[in-house]
């Protein structure tokens, strides 16, 4: 990996330097983190590269470039580039209503009473659910850990997101087209599994699995060569511990990377959450975006595919505090509205952080992050492995951070 001058890009050299410290003396000597990797990204260079903190519980080895994090949430941007190329290829569009390519949801209606036992009552929607929709997330689906509905009630007792569990792909889609929406598809936000409905979509509509499409057609030509819904066992010992924060406990293993359940296949395999990937990967799936579709000489999407993928798609030009629903998600809401796949930063002043109107962002629940400004060149990916996302105010610190390191 080379490291370029940080000056020679625009950066305070020692403002970036600034972070690492913050870090550790922040986050990891409290033992708040397991440990924490920064890569910082300027006109195609990598400026800033830092890895501090143990692999593993127990051991000396310490995480560095070569390590398998999982990602969670930030596999979502990724299903919403697989969705966009087959719309290039004119086999879908954004207003394609989903039960044309899943007939599985032909007859959902919105929540209209019933749950805890008694069955659901529904009113039908005022419009169909759109591909839009599973791409912005106003689809009027949820997650089962919002904890808000007697819907994502029912998500936990069917033990629908399990994906070591009894679902595949399409069973999980049949099951969700018996369960009521929130609200009517377009007039409401709400973080869901859409994107998990949205890689059943790839799957049909392109005739390959979305692990095969994600492989094939994104990450083979990317070079993005450790990433995937599988550890294989020969990269198992790359792969470092995660861990969840719990109430009165502190932090808690949640997932021990020698047993890891991303060892072996997953039954439902989530285009929503389900991938692991390095920083240095998902760093060129980040440029790819920033350089409007293309890498290394390789076309993934169009320039004006990405251009539209990155504006802001909520109804009316409105922002996620209007719209959202939502008691969790993985953004901030004043000021920041909803793209294809992104969280897309409307007003800077309103978000109350810095940043450029048009930057794209996503995060995943394990506090992993990254952040694409098109005005200022500027890719960032963090890493580190602890759940829920949002405990800690790491991606407003980082962001503040680097773009003061800005000259």
Known sequence: MNIASPEKHGFDGRRLAAIDTFLKERYLDSGEFPHTQLLVSRDGEIVHFSSQGGAREGGSKQIDESSLFRIASMTKPITSVAFMMLVEECKVALDTPVHHVLPEFKKLGVYAGGGAGVPFMTRPTEEPMRMVDLLRHTSGLTYGFQNRSNIDAAHRELKLENWHGNYDLDGFVAELGKLPLEFSPGTSWNYSVSTDVLGAV???????????????RIFKPLGMNDTGFTVP????????????LVPGKGRVMFDRADESMWSKPFTLVSGGGGLVSTALDYQRF????????????????????????TQNHLPNGADLSSMSKSLFSETQNAGTGFGLGFAVTIDTARSMMPGSVGEYYWG?????AFFIDPVERLTMVFMTQLSPSMIYPI?????????????
């Open 233 to 244: 066992a020969e990269k198992l010992d790359r792969l470092v511990d995660c861990y969840t």
């Open 202 to 216: 790839v799957q049909r509509v392109s005739g390959m699995s979305l692990p095969a499409f994600f492989e094939q």
């Open 286 to 309: 980040c440029q790819m975006c920033l350089n409007g579709g293309t890498l290394d000489g390789v076309r993934i999407l169009g320039r004006k595919t990405i251009d539209l993928m």
């Open 364 to 368: 995943g629940m394990f506090s992993t």
């Open 395 to 407: 991606r407003r610190e980082l962001k503040t951070m680097i773009y003061s390191a800005l000259t």
